[in-house]
């Protein structure tokens, strides 16, 4: 489900798509109430970062409480409203909010949804609607189920470290490009990275890729 989207803009633009709920802002189990929302530490810092280098930002987000009957689709609206003119408040702009509002497992007989992450659904759907360039963009997330989305979407991806991860199921799509402490720093990665072709990105990148490998 994709919520209050402004047209594409002409061409194909680089963004970054960010996790909601412990990436932008503190994680709050099935938070409704904006009065309860926090930015996490540097949140702003980076997004400024990434927004001043050309940056589209773009939200992904499961949301199954509305799938579990815990809060309904109005809710979730009012909510993101507020998250938009939080931000807008400090000069950013949210250019899409994307939800999947499934509940994983909740009817065993109807097949998974495409939009929940680690799906890469909703990044598929906002980069056809909104004329974005894949390959030019990237995932930021806390825990692996971001990461893989962003690599079966076509991105270059970066997990922050901040304990949210608890499981640890590991495979080739699910080890970042490379790993922050915040937004901050992920942004400062991201920008000294975007100008380089993908896989000499990459190559540079041995604490992402190679000598720092997901806990286990």
């Known amino acids: 489900m994709a919520m209050m989207q402004a047209p594409a803009a002409g061409g194909l633009s680089k963004a970054v798509f960010l996790d909601k709920d412990g990436t932008v802002v503190e994680n709050v189990p099935y938070n409704v109430d904006p009065s309860l929302l926090r930015f996490t530490p540097h949140a702003i810092e980076g997004l400024q970062m990434l927004a ?3 940056f589209r930002l773009i939200m992904i987000t499961n949301q199954p409480g509305v799938g579990l009957g815990l809060f309904d689709l109005a809710a979730l609206t009012r909510l993101q409203e507020a998250l938009t003119e939080r931000l807008a408040q400090h000069g950013l702009v949210l250019d ?3 939800a999947c509002t ?3 497992g909740l009817d065993p007989s109807r097949a998974p949804c495409s939009c929940r992450k680690p799906s890469p659904g909703l990044l598929l759907q906002a980069a056809e609607e909104r004329g974005l360039d894949l390959e030019r963009s990237w995932m930021i997330g806390d ?3 971001d ?5 079966r979407a076509g991105c270059r991806t970066v997990m922050l470290d901040v304990g949210n991860e608890t499981v640890w199921r590991t495979s080739e799509l699910r080890v970042p490009h490379h790993r922050a402490a915040d937004l901050r720093e992920a942004a400062r990665w991201i920008v000294q990275a975007s100008p380089l072709p993908w896989d000499t990105a990459a190559a540079l990148n041995t604490d992402g890729l190679h000598g720092n490998q997901p806990r286990v």
Do not use: Q
Request: proline residues 6%; aromatic residues 12%; negative net charge.
């Open 52 to 54: 001043d280098d050309g």
């Open 102 to 104: 499934h509940a994983p």
């Open 147 to 151: 990461i893989e989305a962003g690599r």
């Open 96 to 98: 899409g909010f994307y």
């Open 143 to 145: 825990i692996l189920d």
